[in-house]
């Protein structure tokens, strides 16, 4: 089945670590999405890309890293400069790299504590 | 920075009431504006989109949203909310041409048995 995996479903690490979460997609999408959801703030952008090697930074990138070496994976690096790390991170992607009309398809996300 | 909003965090609603929900954005020129929804631990999905024609734009499940241009808003309605609408609703936004993917903050719909 075509789809988005993000994994792990739950991390935990210790403040001051970098972490990195997992996205991968079978779909063949070119635009590729990092959001990150807390309660009463719904999905704000932290990084997109719309194909291999090219990046934007969303509303908020501080702190946060990404790569795009291949078009199936978009791993996003939660960094120790990231002042508020804890929360619920999706990733999404959308089939075309242009036109910006088409449906997100979303991972199941995941939970990142950090303590 | 385009962005998209949502005024009404948490609506109650007994079975049988209607429903709108509030979305605005602020993109200039040619917009993409979705609804999604989140069941609880489910993934989000595509409730409906609009992209040009008809402003009056029906989806699944019984929504439906109308896109005005003059009041950037395009607010989700259905006539007759059930229990299994419990969810949290998302509006979202892209310009055309442009895949920058902005989301409101969500409004959290509790409809009662």
């Known amino acids: 089945d075509g789809g988005i995996t993000q994994s792990p479903k739950y991390l935990f690490r210790k403040e001051g670590q970098n972490v990195t979460l997992s996205c991968e997609q079978n779909?063949?999408?070119?635009?590729m999405y990092w959001y990150r959801q807390d309660p009463g703030q719904g999905l704000r952008l932290i990084y997109y890309?719309?194909?291999?090697?090219?990046?934007q930074k969303g509303d908020i990138a501080e702190g946060y890293s990404v790569s795009r070496e291949k078009k199936e994976s978009f791993p996003l690096t939660v960094t120790s400069a990231q002042k508020n790390p804890t929360a619920f991170y999706l990733c999404?992607?959308?089939?075309?790299?242009?036109?910006?009309?088409?449906?997100?398809?979303f991972g199941q996300g995941t939970r990142l504590t950090v303590v | 920075a385009q962005s998209v909003s949502q005024h009404n965090h948490h609506v109650i609603l007994s079975e049988a009431a209607s429903l709108e929900l509030g979305c605005n954005y602020s993109?200039?020129?040619?917009?993409?504006l979705f609804w999604y929804v989140q069941y609880p631990g489910q993934h989000l999905q595509l409730l409906l989109k609009?992209?040009?024609?008809?402003?009056l734009v029906k989806g699944i499940k019984g929504f439906e949203a109308e896109f005005i241009k003059s009041k950037f808003s395009f607010n989700l309605r259905k006539p007759s909310v059930q229990w299994s609408d419990t969810a949290e609703y998302f509006c979202?936004?892209?310009?055309?041409?442009?895949?920058?993917?902005?989301f409101g903050a969500g409004t959290r719909l509790t409809v009662k048995p």
């Open positions: 999404a992607s959308i089939p075309d790299r242009g036109l910006g009309n088409t449906e997100a398809f």
């Open positions: 779909l063949n999408h070119d635009a």
């Open positions: 890309s719309q194909i291999v090697n090219d990046f």
């Open positions: 993109y200039g020129g040619t917009v993409n």
């Open positions: 609009y992209f040009s024609g008809d402003p």
């Open positions: 979202a936004g892209t310009q055309y041409n442009n895949n920058d993917m902005r």
